[in-house]
């Protein structure tokens, strides 16, 4: 019986090791071994290469470091006050992680374009297309991920280092440097260059909002759907996967030395009127700015014609129809839903194998399921075109199923790699004693103690799947289009109204979704307190872990 059991988890974890091979592995190898092909002294005369490799580190440095600021100061807002509504506010805040990136740079186009709304309120002369423009829009995209891990954080720090602090008279501006600081340090460096790492590669924002000021991402972009210079493509993608190879690694290091955090007393959050105030201030200032540029794609939706005449139609969504929006939506839902199943499935197998069976091979495992980590989603799709073009899965939606199952799947994985470390390590020697399989101790202790877990993976490879555009650029084809790609498409053809069109219908679709995850989470929370059980733990605190 063992023996059979040691094949079988044997076979399985190749299965799973093959899978990564194949998915993640290769075609990374294929994007290196192009580069024999590529001409670096003709790449690198070009004067363009050189000022977008400048653009793109000048943009990410004051976007990450804006962001991370903002997020932090949010995030102490959240954690530190006895303010009300935090969930509203939690929630507003993190609506522009669903959208796409390009989306928020359409956003800033309407307000602050040359013809933006405020852009004639305030009797501005030009817009704030270029640098600056680049880094509103960065931060806008990125801030919501910086807040919720920086968030999470302070939730499970220990309060008992500053109970003794002030007992010891020790003032407040000192608790901060010396107790606030180094706990956060280890983790800040996290966040950071997790930002950094997001904003470095995205050419959504710098594409729309971008203009002449052209970053390393959109110079790819450009070469590579625009000219089909693969060789070209691969330089530059080589290149945009250094500043994340780096970010991977340093958040290895980091991970290793930080260890857990036991938590042996929570912070008694005492009234204090002037933090309200102040909290309450800055986060419905966040807010408004964060809902007015989704609320203008509203108003641009029923507009006649963006600026002229911003009289109210119902044209606009019906030309969008008209061009296949509603066909291209039921191939992002489809592309999603399967992403959801197929990347939560191998998710947990992963996690199962590495945080509960260790050995030599569940190490390499482990390393296989988080290097998608470290691999931008252009990076990735166009290796993917020179791994499988000419295979049976190219054009197909198999194969933007497999992407975004690969490029989502770290963050998952983490997740239940981390809840599953908190189960007691004595069930399998039980379930083994008692003759128990492993699959009957995962469909009776595992999924029921990490069904929380497994939601938010659904949720997460939903939403993103919903509004990637960055993998699935290259590899879409006219028969498999996600709705997503539709924005590049009208922004190409100044037909803002349709883009925003677009992104409401992304952003309604993924939270419809949230919403009905929160009532399934409601069912389980009730249904929980009246058998008695509770959840393992909270994954809310696994976030943090992440890197993004």
């Not at 986060?283 to 002229?308: E, G, M």
């Amino acid at each position: 019986m063992n023996r059979q059991r040691n094949v079988l988890t044997a076979a399985s974890k190749l299965l799973v090791g093959v899978f990564f091979l194949v998915a993640v592995v290769l075609p990374l190898f294929n994007l290196l071994i192009n580069l024999r092909n590529a001409d670096f002294r003709k790449i690198f005369s070009n004067p363009l290469v050189g000022s977008g490799i400048i653009h793109s580190v000048l943009v990410s440095l004051c976007a990450a470091a804006i962001s991370v600021a903002l997020a932090l100061a949010l995030a102490w807002c959240m954690a530190r006050t006895d303010i009300k509504l935090k969930s509203v506010f939690r929630v507003l805040i993190t609506l522009p992680m669903l959208v796409p990136s390009i989306s928020h740079g359409m956003g800033l186009v309407i307000l602050f374009g040359s013809n933006g709304k405020l852009t004639r309120f305030f009797g501005m002369s030009q817009g704030i297309y270029g640098f600056w423009g680049i880094v509103v829009g960065s931060v806008m995209y990125s801030f919501p991920v910086a807040f919720l891990m920086l968030y999470d954080i302070l939730q499970y720090e220990n309060a008992a280092p500053y109970e003794a602090a002030k007992v010891l008279g020790i003032p407040k501006p000192k608790q901060f440097t010396a107790i606030t600081l180094p706990f956060l340090r280890k983790p800040l460096i996290n966040v950071i260059f997790a930002t950094f790492t997001m904003i470095v590669t995205d050419y959504g924002v710098p594409l729309m909002i971008g203009g002449t000021y052209k970053t390393l991402p959109v110079i790819m972009y450009e070469e590579v759907i625009g000219r089909l210079d693969y060789n070209k493509g691969a330089v530059f993608g080589s290149m945009l996967l250094i500043p994340a190879v780096a970010a991977f690694f340093i958040d290895m290091f980091c991970k290793n030395r930080t260890g857990g955090s036991n938590v042996t007393k929570p912070f008694d959050i005492k009234k204090n009127i002037t933090a309200n105030i102040i909290s309450y201030v800055f986060l419905t200032f966040v807010s408004i700015a964060v809902v007015y540029p989704i609320f203008s794609f509203v108003q641009l939706t029923f507009a006649n014609k963006y600026p002229v005449d911003m009289t109210f139609t119902m044209q606009n969504i019906q030309s969008t129809v008209n061009k296949g929006a509603l066909e291209f939506l039921g191939n992002s839902v489809f592309i999603a839903a399967a992403v959801s199943v197929l990347g939560t499935a191998v998710a947990f197998i992963s996690a199962y194998f590495t945080s509960r069976l260790p050995s030599k091979s569940s190490s390499v495992l482990h390393m296989l399921s988080i290097t998608s980590l470290a691999i931008p989603g252009m990076v990735l799709g166009l290796s993917y075109i020179f791994t499988f073009k000419g295979s049976l899965i190219y054009g197909t939606f198999a194969i933007l199923i497999l992407v975004n199952s690969v490029h989502f799947f770290s963050s998952p994985y983490l997740m239940f790699y981390n809840s599953m470390g908190k189960i007691s390590g004595d069930l399998e020697a039980v379930g083994a004693a008692l003759g128990v399989g492993r699959l009957r101790m995962i469909r009776d202790v595992f999924l029921p103690q990490l069904k929380s877990t497994v939601l938010e993976s659904v949720t997460y490879f939903f939403v993103n799947s919903m509004m990637t555009i960055s993998a699935v650029a290259f590899l879409a084809g006219a028969n498999n289009k996600p709705v997503s790609l539709m924005i590049n498409q009208f922004e190409a053809q100044t037909l803002l109204e349709a883009a925003a069109f677009v992104s409401l219908m992304i952003l309604t679709v993924n939270l419809c979704l949230k919403g009905v995850i929160a009532l399934i989470r409601r069912f389980f929370s009730v249904r929980g307190r009246r058998t008695g059980k509770r959840p393992v733990c909270s994954t809310e605190s696994v976030k943090a872990e992440q890197g993004m």
